[in-house]
């Protein structure tokens, strides 16, 4: 940001007008943090009088909050968005330091810095290599199969339908690129991966939404034009369900008589609490569905490590694409994931992993459920999720969390098309245990108390 000191129009106002543009366009988002009034006067080279009289207006404007010693807030919605009013929450309740209740984050604090350590150490061993392996180390390749086999039931057999990725994102892409062809259709649940959605399309492929409910995807909503369908059986996202047994069966017969591929993305697969982990798609139907995994959720995406388990024309087709393209996963993730799994500390992870998001599943939805708030979702993964009857009801409630120091992340965004389901996908493990116990009163008090 610039000030123009020769122009008429006073400092504070050219700030102020500065920051409403940006938090206008989009260049600030909603629970975007601002610089102190202080730190901004330094930077700028101004008074703090002229930061704290901008901050004020835009303060009575609506378009910031914030209290004394917890951070200043863009509070704004996006752009094009309903305007809204809000209605304030007492401030004795805001939080102290920003909570992020985002999905889609690990619980990566419960890595143990030793073991993590220990890996990274290993792995440094390894001698540098002269080509590229384009399927991925032999031995993460082997390690990936016998996790399936015991953690998700998978038997793969031959190791040689296991390829290395750099995650489910990049995995959708490649499919994309290298067994459809560019103007193919893709169905994707609707609300459903918005990653995935902009991966495929990056692809040159056509995304068509297929609707979801409590049970999963819809079959009978997939256009039969369509050349692949990707979905999230295991643990729906965001809706938090989970693929009935005959929603899966009629899958993958429809896949078989038109000739789709199914590419089956493991969101939060291991993460199951009340039974054992829901069978793959891929072991019901191997020779249509490619499955998609990755160590992002259960350990950390500092690695970039995914998998693909696919049919072997699939495979080849794929590894014809890397050698075209010299593309390909980066080894060293891999080599720490086959180190930590040696040693037993992988195994040791997940057990710890599978207890903490329990118990803090179990803290969300009984502190919620308490207050009198609604909670959908399965008894798995590491988000629930809390509706709403409106898009403005959402956007307000966003707003007001933002404006307290809790992040949240609405329902509308993960639509394709126009928004059905609206409330919030509420993450529990990104923030420290200690966190989400402050967080959640005041998440039950800005619920029961909507804006408008």
């Known amino acids: 940001m610039t000030l123009d000191r020769e122009s008429v129009t006073p400092l504070a106002v050219q700030l102020a007008e500065q920051l409403r543009a940006a938090a ?14 202080r730190a901004l006067a330094g ?18 404007e609506g378009w910031i909050a914030g209290r004394h010693g917890s951070g200043t807030y863009i509070t704004t919605a996006p752009p094009g968005s309903l305007p809204a009013t809000s209605t304030p929450v007492h401030r004795d309740t805001a939080l102290d330091t920003v909570v992020d209740l985002t999905p889609g984050s690990p619980w990566a604090g419960g890595i143990e810095q030793a073991a993590w350590r220990r890996a990274w150490r290993a792995a440094s061993y390894a001698a540098p290599m002269v080509r590229p392996n384009r399927a991925g180390l032999p031995e993460y390749r082997m390690l990936i199969a016998e996790h399936l086999l015991r953690h998700r039931g998978l038997r793969v057999g031959d190791a040689e339908v296991v390829l290395a990725t ?21 169905a994707v649940e609707e609300p459903g991966y918005q990653r995935a959605v902009g991966a495929l399309r990056a692809a040159g492929l056509r995304v068509v939404p297929a609707s979801v409910d409590a049970d999963g995807l ?18 729906q996202y965001p809706l938090g369900g989970r693929m009935s047994a005959g929603r899966r069966v009629a899958l993958v017969e429809r896949a078989r008589e038109q000739g789709w591929l199914v590419i089956e993305d493991d969101y939060d697969g291991e ?29 950390t995406p500092t690695l970039g490590v995914g998998w693909i388990v696919a049919p072997p024309p699939v495979v080849t087709a794929v590894l014809a694409h890397r ?32 207890r903490e998001l329990s118990e803090r599943r179990t803290l969300v939805v009984e502190t919620l459920v308490a207050g009198g708030v609604r909670v959908l979702g399965d008894d798995a993964g590491a988000h629930v999720v809390v509706p709403v009857s409106s898009a ?8 007001e969390a933002a404006g307290h120091g809790l992040l949240l992340d609405g329902l509308a965004r993960h639509h394709i098309g126009r928004a ?32 408008g």
């Open 323 to 354: 050698d075209a393209t010299g593309s390909g996963p980066a080894p060293a993730g891999q080599l720490v994931v086959v180190e930590l799994a040696r040693n037993g500390d992988l195994g040791r992870h997940l057990r710890r992993l599978r």
């Open 271 to 299: 993460l199951r609490y009340d039974v054992a982990p829901l069978p793959l798609l891929a072991a019901l139907a191997p020779d249509v569905v490619v499955h998609l995994g990755t160590t992002s959720k259960i350990l």
């Open 218 to 235: 819809l079959v009978d909503a997939i256009p039969p034009s369509v050349r692949a369908v990707y979905c999230s059986p295991a643990h």
């Open 420 to 451: 059905r389901w609206f409330g919030i996908a509420l993450g529990y493990a990104a923030c420290s245990r200690e966190q989400l116990k402050r967080a959640l009163p005041l998440l039950v008090e800005l619920v029961r108390e909507p804006a």
């Open 43 to 60: 930077e700028l080279g101004v008074s703090r009088t002229v930061t704290a009289a901008a901050y004020e207006q835009l303060h009575a």
């Open 392 to 399: 403005e009801d959402e956007r307000s409630l966003i707003r």
């Open 24 to 37: 206008g366009d989009g260049r600030l988002r909603s629970g975007d943090r601002l610089p102190s009034t």
């Open 166 to 186: 750099a995650g489910t994102s990049t995995a959708a892409a490649e499919l994309g690129r290298a067994v459809l062809r560019p103007g193919d259709m893709v």
